[in-house]
Antibody, heavy 120, light 108 residues
Framework: QVQLVESGGGVVQPGGSLRLSCAAS????????MHWVRQAPGKGLEWVTF????????QYADSVKGRFTISRDNSKNTLYLHMNSLRAEDTAVYYC?????????????WGQGTLVTVSS | EIVLTQSPGTLSLSPGERATLSCRAS???????LVWYQQIPGQAPRLLIY???IRAPGIPDRFSGSGSGTDFTLTISRLEPEDFAVYYC?????????FGPGTKVDLK
């Protein structure tokens, strides 16, 4: 069955950097776009970024553009989120999400999330 | 920019009652790109409905979606205890992905 396992969260100071990983299994990873979605404590869902299955395209929410970079290693079935210049408002649970179909925009499978806390 | 508004913010109901949740888009959107999720506290979201009215695999038929243009509805015909949760609508189109603020369905 499909499994998405995020890791790499933790506490980081404002201005710091962090790299999140999402290990995927149970499906043909290289055939699917992949997304990151976050949720601040007690708040709603916010889409962060996506990367095309073949790395030909990526897109970012305005709130993270220029600071976050999404990447993937299809040989390792792993998705990454490189986060720089972190701010307090980036504090959230970060989920990786797999679309229902290769490039669809609705997410049938989600990881359990990894918590990022930006605090001094 | 497409903004999604959900109402009501909170819906207080009893098991067995019918729940009607609204999602309104700031401009007309294709129903093909309108999605509903359920989130139980402490858990990841769960896909319920995509294409405005297509139930995701394994979703009970008490969940139904409808609507077009700017107004979309998620209906839960008879609430079960496990349905008390937060529900989000989402729009995706032209590499734009946006969520509504959510409607909490809680126990009356």
């Amino acid at each position: 069955q499909v499994q998405l396992v995020e890791s790499g969260g933790g506490v980081v100071q404002p201005g710091g950097s962090l790299r999140l990983s999402c290990a995927a299994s149970g499906f043909t990873f290289r055939s699917y776009d992949m997304h990151w979605v976050r949720q601040a404590p007690g708040k709603g869902l916010e889409w962060v970024t996506f990367i095309r299955y073949d790395e030909s395209k990526s897109q970012y929410a305005d709130s993270v553009k220029g600071r976050f970079t999404i990447s993937r290693d299809n040989s390792k079935n792993t998705l990454y989120l490189h986060m720089n210049s972190l701010r307090a408002e980036d504090t959230a649970v970060y989920y990786c999400a797999k679309p229902t179909y290769s490039t669809s925009g609705h997410f049938e499978h989600w990881g359990q999330g990894t918590l990022v806390t930006v605090s001094s | 920019e497409i903004v999604l508004t959900q109402s009501p913010g909170t819906l207080s109901l009893s098991p067995g009652e019918r729940a009607t949740l609204s999602c309104r888009a700031s401009q007309s959107v294709s129903g093909s790109y309108l999605v509903w999720y359920q989130q139980i506290p402490g858990q990841a979201p769960r896909l319920l409905i995509y294409g405005a009215s297509i139930r995701a695999p394994g979703i009970p038929d008490r969940f139904s979606g409808s609507g077009s243009g700017t107004d979309f509805t998620l209906t839960i015909s008879r609430l079960e205890p496990e349905d008390f949760a937060v529900y989000y609508c989402q729009y995706h189109g032209s590499s734009i992905f946006t969520f509504g603020p959510g409607t909490k369905v809680d126990l009356k």
